[in-house]
């Protein structure tokens, strides 16, 4: 069960850009399974981000001693990031798309503390890099919504 939830489905199983792909996958799931059209459910949206990263932290903490520390085959962490960089902004695809990219931005370049999250202990930190590049391209794409630049 940990392995499922902690590659994402399966996902992490993608040699090369698993991440990337967890993330597309998130947007897909998020865009499918909206309802009401651009309407926002601000409850379901936090339960599901913190049954995310609890999943998260959990799976992951329980596959590091067999695969080592954040293993490329671990996404749960840029599914629930991409999850966080969507939370309070309506599902559309411009905003995902761009959601997407400044997800991706951060939690590869990992600027602002970023990379220091990964030094935490087991599946807090698998976790943590990636939920603080979620909040870096949340805030940032509140930005650019706020100053109506999409």
Known sequence: M????????????IPKGGGTVASVFCCLCMYLTQTGGNSYNIFTSAIVT??????????SHKMEPIWGKDN????IDEIAGMW??????PIGI??????LILFRVFDIGKPFFIR???KLPGGIGVMMDDVLAGIYANISLQIVIACNLL
């Open 50 to 59: 913190v049954v995310l990263i609890t999943l998260g932290v959990l799976a």
């Open 116 to 118: 220091k999250m990964e």
């Open 94 to 99: 411009t905003y995902l798309f761009v959601g």
């Open 2 to 13: 940990y392995k499922l939830i902690s590659t994402g489905f399966g996902i992490g199983y």
């Open 72 to 75: 490329y085959r671990v996404v």
């Open 84 to 89: 966080i960089s969507m939370l309070f902004i």
